[in-house]
């Protein structure tokens, strides 16, 4: 990549609108008047085909995280991942639940975490200026290690998540 | 209290009453009773159903259901108990009483295995794919499933080291 | 059947948290539609099995995410009444401030998801700025911002800290005068009450034996609330009204909201002026291996969304037997929602659920 496609990447980064989970309450403060978003170029896309990053926001259930993996397989490359909060790290307060995954990194790659529960507006912010420190230096590539290590990703999906050709194929 | 009311239920049908303290009132009750039970109190004023809840008595080897009700007019509170086998749950419906309570016995059919005759909803409501036994029974063990299914990260010294290596990095930076 | 069918899905703008719904269409109609839970199941009537009786609290205020503080106080009411302990007064009033707050910052959030479903955008600045005022104000009782963990059995946990009331004071004003500016900018607009009259029109009987609670009742045109009937905490000693409005559509759902944060408000200012002196918590005997005897209880409170009622049983060990937790949204957002959706125009799927105020979190545990 160039330098003026890094500086026009790093300037303008679009969040797909998906609120998971817990952490999605501190969300919403973040892209409003209080602690402004905009003003670093971050806004929210409708869809996942035009967006850059995606937010997991919270804990993982196995149904939630069968659309987590479709999501993630829409959008187009370059695209990045940021995990907020404890749950994605390594389980945090539902550790021992039947119906949530533990680690986030085993099924889709990921390249910031942020850690809290929940994390205030500003941890946010700081986590999004290391994202554009290490896309400015080459560093951010998670969506080049999905492509090269795929049937590993994919081993750990079925094990998870169950009979493989039920939920891959598309329903309508 | 609530005299009239303690009379006029032990005259028509052989349950037990009990009363906890003001606005609390509990009734025990033998399970071919219970439907005709609640069409009787629902024409005395009690047109509240709260929820309906399933608890497992693993040692005595019953379930029992809990239907709780209250009144607008009197202000009154009843919970009404009764008592069902564990190894062959089978029970009868009252959405043709309460039709809110389709769907808090969908939710105890799936989390418990209870069947209630004459519901016409009993599909998957929260969970997607389950395969085991009914999660909510007090013989299923929810870390021998989560062990078995996903998989987390012991801290041992290796994790240690490199977590103080990234903590550095970003001191400097 | 003719006509498409369409995935209204977990990842959309319209659909507050992470909800389905499954909808047939003909056209621009909607025939028949269907609700999605379950994305946000973790299983919390298990979790509380396997914990002591005072580590559950942190796990408790985590059911519904956006008003947390209900699901505490009914917890810590469930199991002080099967142990027989006296909460001493000055701790019920501060339970009842933090109630009072938590009602009005949901009621905000409300309005500024409401008018942006609608293409307004402009309230949901200023509704969530006001709102984060009232969450530094919980932070300074509390220390944090969404999730207190603050009440425990046998009273609070500390006092409050020294100038909480004159900062109390200019916060609350401030709110009362930005009031009249909500008022012109929502619901003297022509746009906005052209699209929210007569749609959605709940039918009173129907309502009232679906176990609809709340304030989706009370703009039915019932005076129903768990504060006057069933009455509990410091509300007996307080002077405040119930609102009440006749039609059942989306307009007077939203007005019912605005009326209920200027009760909230005057509920607060009486608080702050008659707290009384005392102790903020009565020690209970050892409480890491605090064994609770054996019995039953059932509490209700009333939530900013509606009813929310707790069952607890006791087996006489360190651990609750069973708890289950019945929240406001199970009747709100399967049985009412799919029946008043049918015959509605696709574009107005969205205004509609946010204006039963659905709670996801609440419906699947």
């Known amino acids: 990549m160039s330098g003026i496609g890094k500086t026009s990447r790093i300037k303008s980064l679009w969040v797909t609108y998906y609120v998971t989970g817990c952490g999605g309450i501190e969300l919403l403060p973040v892209i409003t008047s209080r602690f402004d978003a905009e003003r670093f170029g971050i806004i929210t896309s409708a869809t996942p085909r035009q967006s850059d990053v995606l937010v997991v926001s919270g804990f993982l259930t196995t149904k939630t995280l069968r659309r987590i993996i479709r999501t993630y397989e829409q959008m187009p490359d370059p695209k990045y991942v940021v995990a907020l909060g404890a749950c994605t790290i390594n389980g945090g307060i539902y550790w021992d639940s039947y119906s949530t995954a533990d680690k986030l990194e085993l099924y889709i790659p990921v390249d910031v975490y942020i850690a809290g529960c929940m994390p205030r507006p500003e941890s946010i912010f700081m986590g999004f200026a290391h994202l554009m420190a290490m896309i400015k230096g080459d560093k951010a590539d998670g969506w080049k290690r999905y492509h090269e290590n795929y049937k590993w990703y994919k081993k750990n999906q079925d094990k998870a998540l169950g009979n493989s050709k039920k939920w891959r194929v598309r329903d309508v | 209290m609530y005299e009239d009311l303690k009379k006029d239920i032990q005259g028509k049908f052989p349950a037990k009453f009990e009363v906890i303290r003001e606005r609390r009132i509990k009734v025990s009750i033998d399970k071919n009773s219970v439907l005709p039970f609640l069409s009787y109190i629902k024409s005395k004023g009690f047109i509240h159903l709260i929820s309906i809840s399933c608890v497992d008595w693993i040692k005595e080897n019953e379930f029992e259901i809990v239907y709780h009700l209250w009144s607008y007019t009197d202000e009154i509170h009843i919970m009404l108990k009764t008592r069902i086998s564990r190894k062959k749950p089978i029970f009868e419906t009252a959405s043709e009483i309460y039709p809110v309570a389709q769907t808090f016995e969908r939710e105890i059919h799936e989390m418990f295995g209870v069947d209630f005759k004459g519901n016409k909803r009993q599909i998957p409501f929260i969970l997607e794919d389950w395969d085991d036994i009914p999660p909510m029974r007090k013989d299923f063990d929810p870390l021998k499933y989560a062990k078995s299914h996903f998989e987390t990260e012991e801290y041992t010294e290796e994790v240690w080291t490199k977590v103080r290596k990234i903590q550095k990095f970003r001191g400097e930076e | ?365």
């Open chain 3, 1 to 365: 059947m003719k006509g498409f069918e369409y995935f209204i899905g977990p990842q959309h703008l319209g659909i507050p948290g992470n909800f389905g719904i499954i909808v047939n269409v003909d056209g621009d109609t909607i025939v028949k539609a269907r609700a999605n839970p379950g994305y946000l199941h973790r299983a919390f009537e298990k979790l509380m099995e396997r914990r002591l009786y005072l580590s559950n609290i942190s796990v408790v205020c985590r059911i519904c995410v956006f008003d947390p503080d209900p699901q505490e106080a009914a917890y810590c009411m469930a199991v002080e009444e099967i142990a027989k302990i006296e909460v001493p007064e000055r701790a019920k009033w501060i339970r009842t401030m933090i109630l009072e707050f938590a009602r009005i910052s949901s009621h905000l959030i409300y309005l500024g998801s409401l008018t942006s479903a609608l293409g307004l955008y402009t309230v949901m600045q200023w509704a969530l700025t006001d709102r984060d005022y009232i969450l530094d104000l919980l932070e300074m009782i509390t220390g944090g911002r969404v999730y207190h963990i603050f009440m425990q059995p046998g009273g609070v946990r500390r006092d409050l800290p020294e100038g909480f009331k004159e900062k109390a004071k200019k916060v609350l004003d401030s709110l009362k005068s930005r009031l009249s500016d909500y008022y012109n900018l929502i619901f003297d607009n022509n746009i906005f009450v052209h699209r929210t009259r007569g749609v959605g029109v709940l039918d009173p009987e129907w309502a009232l034996s679906m176990g609809v609670t709340g304030p989706n009742l009370r703009a039915c045109g019932y005076k129903i609330d768990v504060r006057k009937d069933d009455p509990y905490l410091a509300y007996p000693e307080l002077d405040f009204e119930v609102p009440v409005l006749e039609d059942c559509d989306m307009y007077d759902r939203a007005m019912l909201r605005m009326k209920e944060i200027e009760q909230s408000i005057r509920i607060l200012e009486q608080i702050l002026d008659r707290i009384p002196d005392g102790s903020v918590w009565k020690p209970v005997p050892n409480p890491i291996n605090w064994e609770v005897p054996k019995g039953e209880s059932f509490v209700r409170v009333e939530s900013a969304r509606g009813e929310v009622a707790y069952y607890m049983v006791s087996d006489g060990e360190d651990k609750p037997y069973r708890v289950n937790v019945r929240g406001p949204s199970i009747t709100h957002g399967i049985l009412v929602l799919e029946k008043v959706l049918e015959g509605q125009r696709l574009a107005d799927i969205s205004p509609i659920v946010f204006s039963l105020d659905v709670c996801a979190p609440s419906i699947d545990r």
